[in-house]
């Protein structure tokens, strides 16, 4: 059984940080990518960012690249994305999810999902 269990969001005015948390359960990191995904109301779903399998590395949208901040355990259990700077735009449903292989911007090619954090930015 293969699950994603998220926490942290909330409200957050501008500017402000958060953390979100994704602890995998059923899966091997060393073997899954775990991406972060986003959904604003009669927006669509939008990619976020990725943390590769066995190396590591992290990619991010170009809208969040230098304010967002994905890491991982020791133990490569939990991922976590840092989010500074917040905007409004910021809010919406975030979502993380994992697949086998390399990382992909592409939803669809996910095969488990997060129940999803909501993350509201306003004064």
């Known amino acids: 059984q293969v699950q994603l269990v998220e926490s942290g969001g909330g409200l957050v005015q501008p500017g402000g940080s958060l953390r979100l948390s994704c602890v995998a359960s059923?899966?091997?990191?060393?073997?899954?990518?775990i991406g972060w995904f986003r959904q604003a109301p009669g927006k669509a779903r939008e990619a976020v960012s990725c943390?590769?399998?066995?190396?590591?590395?992290?990619i991010y949208s170009d809208s969040v690249k230098g304010r967002f901040h994905m890491s991982r355990d020791d133990a490569r259990i939990t991922v976590n994305l840092r989010i500074d700077s917040l905007k409004p735009e910021d809010t919406a449903v975030y979502y993380c999810?994992?697949?086998?292989?390399?990382?992909?911007?592409?939803?669809?090619?996910?095969?488990?999902w997060g129940q999803g954090i909501q993350v509201t930015v306003s004064s």
């Open positions: 059923g899966v091997t990191l060393d073997y899954y990518v």
């Open positions: 999810a994992t697949r086998r292989s390399y990382c992909s911007g592409d939803g669809e090619d996910y095969d488990y």
């Open positions: 943390i590769g399998a066995s190396g590591g590395a992290t």
